[in-house]
């Protein structure tokens, strides 16, 4: 009646009787039908919200779903409310049911909604790594600049580390940076997260960039300060940045050669 959870002290008739008393007065002497009615509609109740609880964690996880969805092709996030939900939609009206159309309409899928989602799944994701980083016994980094279709300079930054005997690699972070990318910049970008997310420098042995002054430069480039927080690291010229420039000095019937599947 009043919901309560009773220990098993409490199932002495006596007490059950003084409890029924004492906080339900307007029960006492009431039919055992009374009761019964009383215990159906508890389980209905329960099995309403069980069903309902059920539904919610399937709308979440599709909602989860597409926003991964819409990450991974590079959409707007608009596109979820905008086109996803929409086509769903006449897709259930010509091939199912009104239920079915029902059930899509309850899919969180705003442009706020993916935005979140996409956040919390990414903050997952650097966590997990992050956490196999630090139990891990040495990682080493690969760095190399990039500039979006805006002309916005980023820094990306991938890791290897050992899990379970394997050498596994994720994606560490894409960090922006000023139009003009000195060594410092670079370094500054990675030692803030470095320190930040509580990892050992001691730890980094390796790390692959391209052979640009900024990166590869032994007094003033990223290297010399990594060397001086990481002692044992050892620095690798990117193969793929290796054979562009090999590239460069061949003719362009040569060129085709290297770029045929």
Known sequence: ICFEMLSNKCMKVSKLERHLSTKHPECVGKSLQYFQIKKRNLSMTKSTMEKSSKQNKITTRVSYELSLFIAKKGSAHTVGEDLIIPAAKIISNALFDEKSTKKINEIPLSNTTVKRRIDEMSQSVKESVINVMKQSEYFSLQLDESTDVAGQANLLAFVRFEL??????????????????????????????????????????????????????????????????????????????????????????????????
């Open 164 to 261: 379970n005997g394997n050498i596994e690699e994720e994606m560490l972070f894409c960090h922006c940076l000023p139009s003009t990318t000195t060594a410092e910049e670079i370094y500054k970008s990675l030692d803030n997260f470095i320190t930040e997310n509580q990892l050992d420098w001691s730890k980094c042995v390796g790390l692959t960039t391209d052979g640009a002054r900024a990166m590869s430069g032994v007094h003033t480039g990223l290297i010399a300060k990594v060397r001086s927080v990481a002692p044992f690291v050892k620095w690798t010229h990117c193969s793929i940045h290796r054979e562009a420039l090999a590239v460069k000095g061949l003719g362009e019937s040569k060129k085709k050669l290297l770029t045929m599947q």
